[in-house]
C-alpha cells in the first residue's frame, strides 16, 4: 500500500501529504467484505498564526486543486473496487492456496469446452467436463463390473425373495460396500409391508374338467405365481385373448369365461385389468414360442397383478413401522384369480380348444381361439398374504456448493429366482458407479455442486415396494430437493438397440449423453437418429422409475441396451449369471457403456451451479395435446364448451419459460445464491404437472401427462373418442371436470414458473 501511495504521489508531482488507509474484514457471511476508510488531513494545518508563524525562507507546502482531488478520489475507488473483486473471487471460487499466491499471476482463459468455458487461475485443480469424461471412461473401461455381477449370483445371496434371508444379507453387503467406498453418509431405512406368496400347504392348481366338472386332467401345479392375485376358485369355458389388450377385448367377448393370455407388451397387471373390465372370471399368462424362443417348455414365471407400485393395503401411507393406518386397500388390486402357467402347461390346454389363432396375431401355430363345448378349465389360486420387513440400502456424496439438492441412481435388489438380469444388472451398475463417482471426488478432484444419492431399492419384484414406500414417506419434501431419477433396472438386456424412457427435461441432457457414449461393439455413436425422441417410451408399471415421475414429480430417465426381442429369463428360476453370459457374451463391455450413460449423466447434473433440465420441452408435448384436442372441436362446440381457456393457458406456459430462458441468459451464472433461486423454480416444472384436484390416495399417479386416472390428458382424449364411437358410454359431465382441471393445471404450473404473483398475466 506504500507503493501505491508513493506512486499516487509522484503522479501529480508532490510529497504524499494525503494518504488513503483501508482494510478488508471478512463478512460473517463470507461473500462479502466491509471496507473501512479514514482520509488524513490534506496537510498540516497552522494551529495558531500568533505562535510562530511561518519562518522566513520555508516555503508553504502546495495545494492541489479540486481537478487533483478527483483525480486521486477516482484513482483510489478503482483500485479499492478491484481489490475487492480479486478477494471476493477468490474466497467464493478459488482454493484458498490460489487466494495466497504471489500477486501478480495473469488469470488464463481456458479454450471453450464443450459443456463450459470458464477462468482457470494456474495451479487449481479444477477439472472441466472434458476431464472428467475421459476420466470416468478410464475408471470405467477398467472396472470390475464382472467379477460384482458374479459376486452378487452367489448362493450366498439367491434365491434372494423380498425380506428373506438371503436378500438381507445381500442389503448388508451392499451397505458394507458403501462404507469401503467413503460415501460421506451410509444408512438404511426399514419399511413393514404386505406381499403375498405361494401358500406352502395348498399349490395353486390348473386343471381340465368336463362338463358336469368332473376332473378330467390335472394339468399343473404351478411353481411361479402371480403376487397380488385375487384367491379362490373359478371354472369355465377358456377364450384366447392375444396379449390381452384392451383392443383385443374390444374384439373378443369373454364374459363369464376365463381367459389365456400371452406375457408381452403390457404388464401382468394391465392384463388382468383389461380382463376384468370385460367381466371375465380369471386369467392364465403363457411365454408363447412364438415370443420368447427358450428351449425350456416348462418354466414358470413369476409377476404381480397391483395396477399400481408400493405395498397396496397402505396406499398414499408410507409402511414404516409402528405407523397406524386406517383400513383400506389399493383400487389397483385385481378382483379376479390369475396365474402363470409353463408353455407346455397352455399347449396342452390347447388340445382341447378349437379355431385357429388369426395370422395377424403372429402366435405361434399351437395356438388356439377356444375350448371345446364339452371342455372347461378349473383354476384355483391359494396364495398367501404375508408380514415381511425390507431395507432400502442409501450412500450419499455430498455436494460442494448445493448439497441439500441432490440426483438419484437407483437399483432393484430382490428377485424371484436368481434374477442376474432382473436385479444384479442394476445392483453390480449401481456399485461401480458409487465406487468410480466416490475415487473421482477424493483422488481426482471432481467436485460436483449437488449431491449424488445411491439407492438398493427391496421389493422391486412386488411393484417398486421399497422405492415407492420412501417416496410415500417424504412425499412433501422429496420433489423440493431430488431433481432427478436415473433407474439403473435392466440396462443390459442385449446388444442390438438403445431404447429410453426418460422424462421430456431431460431430453437435452440425454441427447448430449449420446453424442459422447460410443455403442462398445460397432464405435459408433448412440445417437443415430436425429427422430429418437419420437421414440422415446412411455414408462409402465413394472419400471421403478414410475413413482418418482408420476407420483412425485420428479424426473426420470430409464434406459435400456437391449435385443430385438424381450429377454425370455426375467421372472423366471433360469435368469442366472451362466444363462445371462451365455447370451450376452459382451456383457462387460456393455456394462462399461451403461455405466459411461449413467455416469456422464451424474456429472451433467451435478458440474455446473446450473440445472441442466430443458423446461421449454413441455411446450411441445402441450402443443401436441391441443392438436389432438383439436380434432374434437366440432363436438366440444355441440357441448356448449370452448378451448380458448386451454389455448390461453397454454400460451402462458410458453410465455413463462420464455421469460425464464431469458433471465438465465442475463443473470450472473457464477452466483451461487442467483442460480439456487432459478433451480428452484425450474425443478417445479415436472412436480405441478401432478394435478392438485385429486386425492394421492386415491390417485396416486397424479402427473396429467404420464399418470393414470381420469384426471391424465390420456384420458379426457379417451373420453372424446367415446362420443364419437360409443355415444352410450360418453361421461359428458366427466368430460367438463376433465378440460377444467387440465387447463388449470397447465395454468398453474405457468404461474409456478413466474414466481411473483404480480407478473402473472391472468387475463383470459
Known sequence: MDQARSAISNLFGGEPLSYTRFSLARQVDGDTSHVEMKLAADEEENVDSNVGGNPAGVRKPRRCNGICYSAIAVALFFLIGFMIGYLGYCKRDLPKAVCEAVPGIEATLMPEDAETSEIEIPGTTHLFFGDLKKLLAQKVNNGEFTNVIRKLNEDTYIPREAGSEKEESLALFIERKFIDFNLNRVWRD???????????????????VDGNGTTVSQVENPEGYVAYSRTGTVTGRLVHANFGTKTDFESIPVAGSLVIVRAGKITFAEKVANAESANATGVLIYMDNADYTIPEAQLSIFGHAHLGTGDPYTPGFPSFNHTQFPPSQSSGLPNIPVQTIARSTAEEL????????PPVWKAHTTCKRQSLHDKNVKLAVNNVLKETKILNIFGVIKGFEDPDHYVILGAQRDAWGPGAAKSSVGTALLLELARILSDMVLKDGFKPSRSIVFASWSAGEFGAVGAT??????????????????????AVLGTNSFKIAASPLLYSLIEKTMQDVNHPLTGLSLYQDSNWVSK??????????????????????SFCFCAEKDYPYLGTTQDTYNTLIKRIPQLGKMASAAMEVA???????????ELNLDYERYNDKILSFIKDMNQFRRDIKDMGLSLQWLYSARGDFFRATSRLKTELNNVEKANKFIMKEMNDRIMKVEYHFLSPYVSPKDSPFRHIFWGSGSHTLSALLENLKLRQKKRDAFNETLLRNQLALATW??????NALVQNIWDIDNEF
Request: hydrophobic share 40%; with cysteine.
Open 190 to 208: 426399514e419399511h413393514y409391508v404386505k406381499t403375498q406368496v405361494k401358500s406352502s400347504t395348498t399349490p395353486n392348481s390348473v386343471a381340465i
Open 350 to 357: 390347447f388340445d382341447i380348444m378349437e379355431q385357429e389363432c
Open 469 to 490: 414406500e420412501w417416496l410415500e414417506g417424504y412425499l412433501s419434501t422429496l420433489h423440493l430437493k431430488a431433481f432427478t431419477y436415473i433407474n439403473l433396472d435392466k
Open 536 to 557: 422415446v417410451e412411455q414408462l409402465s408399471f413394472d419400471n421403478a422409475a414410475y413413482p418418482f415421475l408420476a407420483y412425485s414429480g420428479i424426473p426420470v430417465v
Open 599 to 609: 455416469g456422464q449423466l451424474v456429472i451433467r447434473l451435478t458440474l455446473d451451479l
Open 745 to 750: 393445471t397447465i395454468q398453474g404450473a405457468a
